[in-house]
């Protein structure tokens, strides 16, 4: 029996760590009915058996309580490793506050508990906690830091901009030796998200090891965030691309308007074989789309073999955002009709573009039906980016009594009462020249919004359009005296560009 427990033991750790093809919601159950047969046969609830079981929870989050209870009655949770997977699988399954009460409970804390702590507060948006456990993990003296610690803070350090704090942690890096590929590319990561891209190209030169394309992939994001669209192009050409690559260039192409290197991008995509990638054919969708030539978008649309909802939305959102809302209802209704055999439901996301079409092409009774068939039909409740589509193609139609009326309704609802649901109420009552309800909006957005510029100008323009021009100049006093000023508009073109990848 003791032969065969052990067996057992580690078929559990094989089904639930080392599958290939790598761990899917089957194979975690195959390594959770392996632990519940073991259990049941009497094996031994040693420490290390409870690893693998809890990477096959986080598969399964509500068994990973009941995987914590057996811990603690078999007193594993006092053992660093099994306490340090269990804070993962928290961590994993957004419950943060039982991860950080597993981190408070372990009476031993080696490098990879702390590791596992900051790495869960960055995951949850806490960058600056994740910095406080950091320097309490140096305070603590017993754990030296590894890669894995200084790639973790300095992902907090992107977040807070703590350039001087990245800054030393570099010196860290430097000082210890360490040129990995993956520091490096945390550096690069780290350096353009502080605006830094300089520095992080300087990381990238100064690399003595062999680069790979994960480490190129940062340098060419770095550059697209920063605006630095010429040397992205350029970093490019420097390496054969995968799917992430291929990403980043048509994100590079969308943000520079540039069509002709979107096109070569789109060539590269099919020549490496990558145009059964629904993922990059959606972004082809989206690059030709924002770059202005819809048909070749829609031929790359009709193209994909599993079209899922970021397909149909984003063709949808393409023709709403070149005012031809005819079209993307059309397209809407065929894939409502398609929904029973393709499997794939609108969203939020879709009902949004779809409002947002119509109220460019004013389908007024389109956009009421897409609304009201939200919930009725589909059980989504209109957030308030939909009330302000809606509210915008009511006021521009002059159904200013229903879009008011269903802003009143609204007031019932606070949560849905956003400064963008007022400026299309404001917009609404600009176009139907109705002062009376525009000053209550007008009151309203400043209480919600006091110190955008971009409300005082609104509110100004509104004045204006009504004859009230002591009311426009009164806001524009108000704008300068409380320092606000309105951003410059600015608009784009694209540059011959010639560039080999």
Same mark, same amino acid.
């Given at each position: 029996m003791k032969r065969s427990r052990s067996v057992i033991s580690r078929l559990v750790a094989h089904a639930a760590l080392?599958?290939?093809?790598?761990?899917t919601d089957a194979s975690h159950l195959d390594a959770l009915h392996l632990f519940r047969r073991a259990h049941r046969l009497g094996a031994p609830l040693a420490a290390d058996a409870f690893p693998p079981l809890l990477s096959a929870c986080r598969s399964f989050p509500s068994l990973g309580r009941q995987a914590h209870a057996l811990m603690v009655k078999s007193a594993a949770d006092l053992h660093p490793v099994p306490a340090t997977a269990l804070l993962d699988v928290y961590s994993r399954c957004g419950l943060l506050r039982y991860a950080l009460d597993v981190f408070d409970g372990m009476s031993v804390r080696d490098s990879i508990a702390w590791n596992a702590l900051i790495s869960c507060l960055v995951r949850h948006g806490l960058p600056a906690d994740a910095i406080s456990a950091f320097r309490a993990m140096a305070v603590d003296g017993g754990s030296p830091f590894t890669g894995v610690t200084l790639c973790s803070v300095l992902k907090a350090c992107a977040s807070l901009r703590a350039a001087r704090l990245g800054k030393q942690i570099h010196s860290r890096v430097i000082g210890d030796g360490n040129d990995s590929l993956v520091t490096a590319t945390a550096l690069i990561d780290f350096y353009s998200g502080c605006g830094m891209i300089q520095e992080a190209f300087d990381v990238f030169n100064r690399l003595k090891r062999e680069k790979d394309v994960a480490i190129y992939n940062a340098l060419i994001s770095a550059c697209i965030q920063n605006r630095r669209f010429k040397e992205a192009f350029s970093v490019l050409g420097l390496v054969r691309p995968n799917e992430?690559?291929?990403?980043?260039?048509?994100?590079?192409?969308?943000?520079c308007l540039s069509l002709s290197y979107g096109?070569?991008?789109?060539?590269?995509?099919?020549?490496?074989?990558?145009?059964?990638?629904?993922? /990059?054919?959606?972004?082809?969708v989206d690059m030709y789309a924002k770059c202005g030539d !819809?048909? #070749?978008?829609?031929?790359?649309?009709e193209q994909i073999h599993r079209k899922n909802v970021v397909s149909w939305t984003t063709m949808v959102a393409a023709y709403g955002s070149h005012g031809r809302g005819v079209e993307a209802w059309k397209l809407f209704k065929r894939m409502q009709e398609e929904e029973i055999s393709s499997h794939v439901s609108p969203n939020a996301v879709t009902f949004l573009s779809v409002l947002s079409a119509c109220g460019h092409s004013g389908l007024v009774d389109e956009g009421?039906?897409?609304?009201?068939?939200?919930?009725?039909?589909?059980?989504i409740d209109p957030g308030p980016e939909h009330y302000a589509c809606f509210i915008y193609l009511l006021g521009r139609a002059g159904r200013i009594e229903e879009a008011w009326k269903l802003y009143c309704?609204?007031?019932?609802?606070?949560?849905?009462?956003?400064?963008?649901?007022?400026?299309?109420? /404001?917009?609404?009552?600009?176009?139907?020249?109705?002062?009376?309800?525009?000053? !209550?909006? #007008?009151?309203?957005?400043?209480?919600?919004?006091?110190?955008?510029?971009?409300?005082?100008?609104?509110?100004s323009n509104f004045y204006a359009a009504c004859g009230q021009w002591e009311g426009a100049e009164y806001l524009r006093r108000m704008m300068k005296d409380r320092g606000l000023k309105k951003e410059a508009g600015n608009s784009q073109f694209e540059l011959p560009v010639a560039i080999e990848i």
């Open positions: 080392t599958p290939s093809p790598p761990p992430i690559t291929l990403t980043c260039a048509l994100s590079a192409c969308s943000e096109r070569q991008v789109h060539c590269v995509m099919v020549r490496h074989g990558f145009d059964s990638d629904t993922a /990059l054919c959606n972004a082809i !819809l048909t #070749a978008g829609r031929i790359s649309f009421r039906e897409c609304f009201f068939a939200m919930q009725s039909k589909h059980g309704d609204l007031i019932l609802n606070p949560g849905n009462l956003t400064s963008a649901v007022c400026i299309a109420m /404001l917009n609404a009552c600009k176009a139907n020249m109705d002062l009376a309800r525009g000053e !209550l909006m #007008a009151r309203h957005l400043l209480s919600l919004d006091p110190d955008n510029p971009g409300s005082y100008v609104l509110l």
